[in-house]
């Protein structure tokens, strides 16, 4: 099985541009998890789509959002982007049967450079 | 809130000896915990997990974790190291959420493994 893509790999924006990032999920899986990799903060959770539907919420401002399409394909999108945007962006998925024993199998990342 | 800590941000240890890089968390009710592996400019790489059953759990690439409940820790294990094991190290938790249900990890801060010659 091909495991979480993320494309691109590598951003490089203006501040106040925005940018969308997408995700493709292994076959199968239903659950897409954003997160956001910085030195600072390190690994902080962004959200969570289930069946086109958001689940959970990070405690992140209101430029981030995303969505979930029927193929399970997820997109982020962050607008109007600031300097302390840049880190690397992490996909997550899993087939969440509703238990919370799922493994959680990360892509390889987009690392957005805001400058 | 759950929380994990990794009370260490590097462990040096020579290859062929044994490792160990310590994991504690702070949940309410049964936690799943996990470990990942990332290396240089990659994601996160799936290790091993404990939900329920057996205090030691085996992983892949020769990991193993020891599940401790009275000293809530989860530290991660192997017999003998390799140089090819140097890489960031997190460990995770999650608690199944009733409402909504949901699949949030929380991260501890990592460690770095450096394992030399």
Redesign the interface.
């Known amino acids: 099985k091909a495991g979480?893509t993320?494309t691109p790999r590598y951003l490089i924006k203006t501040r106040g541009q925005q940018v969308t990032l997408s995700c493709s999920p292994i076959s199968g899986h239903r659950?897409v998890?954003w997160?956001q990799q910085t030195p600072g903060q390190?690994?902080q959770?962004l959200f969570?789509y289930?069946s086109e539907t958001q689940?959970?919420k990070?405690n992140f401002p209101g430029r981030f959002s995303g969505r979930q399409f029927s193929n399970s394909r997820s997109e982020m999108n962050v607008s109007t982007l600031e300097l302390g945007d840049s880190a690397l962006y992490?996909c997550?998925s899993?087939s969440?049967q509703?238990?919370?024993?799922?493994?959680?199998?990360?892509?390889?990342?987009t690392?957005l450079t805001v400058l | 809130a759950q929380s994990v800590a990794q009370p260490e941000d590097q462990v040096n240890v020579a290859e062929g000896n044994p490792l160990t890089v310590k994991c504690t968390y702070s949940v309410s009710g049964n936690p799943y915990l996990f470990w990942y592996v990332q290396y240089p400019n990659r994601g996160l790489q799936f290790l091993l997990k404990y939900i329920t059953g057996d205090n030691l759990v085996k992983g892949s690439y020769g990991f193993e974790a020891e599940f401790n409940k009275s000293q809530t820790s989860f530290h991660l294990k192997k017999p003998s190291a390799l140089v090819s094991d140097s890489a960031l190290y997190f460990c995770a938790v999650r608690v199944f959420i009733l409402t909504g249900g949901g699949n949030k990890l929380t991260f501890g801060t990592g460690t770095q493994l450096k394992v030399e010659l």
């Open positions: 979480v993320q659950s998890s997160y390190g690994l959770f969570e289930f689940r959970n990070g992490l997550a899993s969440q509703g238990a919370g024993a799922d493994t959680q199998y990360f892509g390889p990342g690392r």
